[in-house]
């Protein structure tokens, strides 16, 4: 079974999100101006940004403060363990704040990062 990922998150700045992760390689589809939303492609992960009111709606729940909590964490992973360090100094250089150095795990290494609005995110290699 061959499956799409879909990740949602509200973002302050619909325009500068967009550039952050454009920065990052997800593709920008095209959106309507006065659009809420807006979604972009990396593969088969599809995310979608929403200023808070259109979140909230969507999820039918308050936009939590990424400030003081985490409502999820993202991993997405990468062919090379050299591209994990590459793409979160591109994230940092984007805006984002890097969450120290890469962890070595042995089966996997992960590198994280804050994007923009306070969303944490990591980046993995899974050798073999």
Known sequence: MSAAT???LPVADLDRAVEFFTALGFTARPRQADAGSAQLTL???HL????PAAFAAFAGAEVC???????VIVGLA????DRVDALVDVAV??????LGPGQDLGFMYMRGFRDL??????FLHLPG
Request: hydrophobic residues 30%; aromatic residues 6%.
């Open 93 to 98: 250089r984007a805006g984002g704040a890097a």
């Open 6 to 8: 879909f990740i949602n």
């Open 43 to 45: 593969g088969d992960t």
């Open 117 to 122: 609005d306070g969303h944490q995110w990591s």
């Open 48 to 51: 979608i940004l929403h200023d």
């Open 65 to 71: 403060d990424t400030a003081t909590s985490r409502e």
């Open 78 to 81: 990468v062919d090379r363990r």
